[in-house]
């Protein structure tokens, strides 16, 4: 069993910032990748930002230089600070893993979902 756990979500004004958290836990070997995608009412869920195990990072064009993904590999734990943030960012934020298990089983794994809520 795997489980990925966000936190940090909430409601706040525009220009503001909140930082999320991610603690993956559970039978896990190694983890490639971590990463945040969002879903907002009536849309498709879409990428955010990812990074690899090497550091290397990933942006989707609309959060580039407002937004930074960070991770602890000693604490199987991702993090996105979100600064300047706009109305449009409101969505609900998904952690997701790319991982190797005990069993040595590659797979995806998602958190619940955090809501972030930006008002104008």
């Known amino acids: 069993q795997v489980q990925l756990v966000e936190s940090g979500g909430g409601l706040v004004q525009a220009g503001g910032s909140l930082r999320l958290s991610c603690v993956a836990s559970?039978?896990?070997?190694?983890?490639?990748?971590m990463g945040w995608y969002r879903q907002a009412p009536g849309k498709q869920r879409e990428l955010v930002a990812t990074?690899?195990?090497?550091?290397?990072?990933n942006y989707a064009d609309s959060v580039k230089g407002r937004f930074t993904i960070s991770r602890d590999n000693a604490k199987n734990t991702v993090y996105l600070q979100m600064n300047s943030l706009k109305p449009e960012d409101t969505a609900v934020y998904y952690c997701?893993?790319?991982?190797?298990?005990?069993?040595?089983?590659?797979?995806?794994?998602w958190g619940q979902g955090t809501q972030v809520t930006v008002s104008s």
């Open positions: 559970g039978s896990i070997f190694s983890i490639n990748a």
């Open positions: 997701n893993a790319r991982l190797y298990n005990t069993a040595l089983r590659v797979g995806d794994y």
């Open positions: 990074i690899i195990s090497g550091g290397r990072t």
